[in-house]
Nanobody, 123 residues
């Protein structure tokens, strides 16, 4: 099957930067659109950024101009570069996406989630 593993979270002061990584592993045939979500304490999970299998990228309004999503298809990895971080960016960040993988003799497409990584922006 497939696993998504995030890394790069941590504690940072307001105005600081972090780079999150989401590495996919397994018998991968193709990674389609990948997303970064975040969930702040007491709030619903929200979609932060998406990157298509081509070059299309989308961001929620609150992070436009500060966050950049990218992907390295050779490494099956998606990144989220976060600059000028604010306290309201605090939350658990999770990657998600649709991945087609080899299942013995056939190809299967399914949705996968990582375990999440904590980002805390505080002075």
């Amino acid at each position: 099957q497939v696993q998504l593993v995030e890394s790069g979270g941590g504690l940072v002061q307001p105005g600081g930067s972090l780079r999150l990584s989401c590495a996919a592993s397994g018998s991968i045939f193709k990674i389609h659109t990948m997303n970064w979500y975040r969930q702040a304490p007491g709030k619903q999970r929200e979609l932060v950024a998406s990157v298509a299998s081509g070059v299309g990228r989308n961001y929620t309004d609150s992070v436009k101009g500060r966050f950049t999503i990218s992907r390295d298809n050779a490494k099956n990895t998606v990144y989220l570069q976060m600059n000028n971080l604010r306290p309201e960016d605090t939350g658990v960040y999770s990657c998600n996406g649709i991945i087609t993988y080899y299942d013995i003799t056939r190809l299967v497409s399914d949705e996968f989630w990582g375990q999440g990584t904590q980002v805390t922006v505080s002075s």
